[in-house]
């Protein structure tokens, strides 16, 4: 009898183990559940960019999505390196970064040239650095990804993406641009437009890339839109750290001092909302519409046109703006990995 419960007692402790091993496996991301994205940013004129390009990398850290590319999308001089000084701060200086010198490409950045001082303060040696064009960086990155497998996040121009569809085959891949995008992407989140209706920076400066990208876009597109990000307010707890070490910390500081607004405490975080719907569940912090397509005018403003046919998406606000401003501030604080 001894025996016997001895026994039982063993084959419990092994079905515990099982159990317990086969959450862990749950548990753990597989290279097949994390999120691949190419990351496509205008990184100024405003500074919510900082923002997201921190919530890239912290969860990156968390190993929820893996960063294939970040890349440029306005053609300021200083908008390429900015990206790499916060690539480099949270510890991945060989990530790719593109520039862009298309001529529809808006060349600006803000009036308090906030980006030139975090790269003399943190590494003013990449001020006088080359880089490789955004799209050849989008064809390199994108033909050796598996098919249906990358996401592109864009919280800038439309520049890009409008010239990735135009590319034709070259020394990366024989498929043009439009049927690389069809063959390795999965889907495109992008931080654009205003819902039902509305007129948006990021379209309207470059209106016809944004018209061109939208109406050719093979892959379904979610939107998060104007009125998203501007409610949700950020960026206080970090810049209150005040933290030497941290572009972000003086970034976002450097903003609220001198930024046009000046004695801004917080920022909206239209930039961040599109990297947090992209690297998780979109519908775990809004509600999603029903399909549609997101409509341009000549002016560059917008309107929403229902069909189920179609396969554009934008989000909506569910919880009260502080239960999203609560957790964008706290990624907002993740520090490099070690």
């Known amino acids: 009898m001894k025996k016997n419960t001895k026994a039982l007692k063993i084959q419990v402790m092994i079905a515990i183990l099982l159990i317990t091993c086969a959450y862990c496996a749950k548990a753990t991301p597989s290279d097949s559940t994390i999120t691949k994205i190419i990351f496509d940013t205008d990184m100024g004129p405003d500074y919510d960019d900082i923002g997201a390009i921190t919530l890239l990398h912290a969860f990156a850290d ?15 001089k ?14 991945r200086p060989d990530l790719p970064v593109g520039y862009t010198q298309n001529p529809l490409a808006p060349n600006f950045t803000a009036s308090n040239n906030w980006n030139e001082k975090i790269i003399q303060r943190f590494y003013p040696e990449l001020l006088n650095k080359s880089y490789r064009p955004s799209v050849e960086i989008y064809r390199e990155v994108l033909a050796k990804q598996p098919d249906n497998s990358v996401t592109i ?21 024989d498929l043009n641009g439009l049927e690389l995008v069809k063959r390795k992407v999965k889907n495109w989140v992008a931080m654009a437009g205003g819902f039902p209706q509305g007129k948006e920076f990021n379209i309207h400066e470059d209106v016809e890339s944004s018209v061109y990208a939208f109406e050719h876009f093979p892959k379904p597109i979610l939107f ?17 750290l005040n933290d030497s ?36 569940n979109p519908e775990q912090y809004f509600y999603v519409s029903g399909p549609g397509r997101l409509k341009l005018n ?14 554009h998406r934008f ?3 569910k919880y009260p703006y502080k239960h999203i401003e609560e957790q964008i501030d706290e990624l907002m604080l993740h520090k490099p990995k070690l």
């Not at 403003?301 to 179609?310: H, I, Q, R, T, V």
């Open 62 to 76: 968390k190993k929820e999505i893996e960063i294939l590319a970040t890349v440029a999308s306005d053609a300021h």
């Open 224 to 240: 998060t839109g104007f009125e998203i990000g501007e409610k949700i307010k950020t960026g206080a707890k970090v810049a209150t």
């Open 298 to 311: 000549e002016d560059g403003s917008n309107y929403w046109e229902p069909s189920d046919s179609a396969v």
């Open 153 to 173: 996040v864009t919280v800038g121009f439309m520049t890009n993406v409008s010239e990735l569809l135009k590319s034709k085959g070259d020394k990366y891949s």
């Open 245 to 280: 070490s941290s572009p972000v910390s003086i970034g976002y500081k450097i903003n609220f001092e001198t930024y046009s607004k000046e004695g801004e405490k917080v920022r909206s975080s239209w930039d961040q909302t599109a990297v947090l719907i992209a690297a998780r």
């Open 78 to 91: 200083s908008i390429a390196p900015t990206i790499e000084v916060y690539n480099r701060y949270f510890n």
């Open 315 to 317: 989000i909506i606000h």
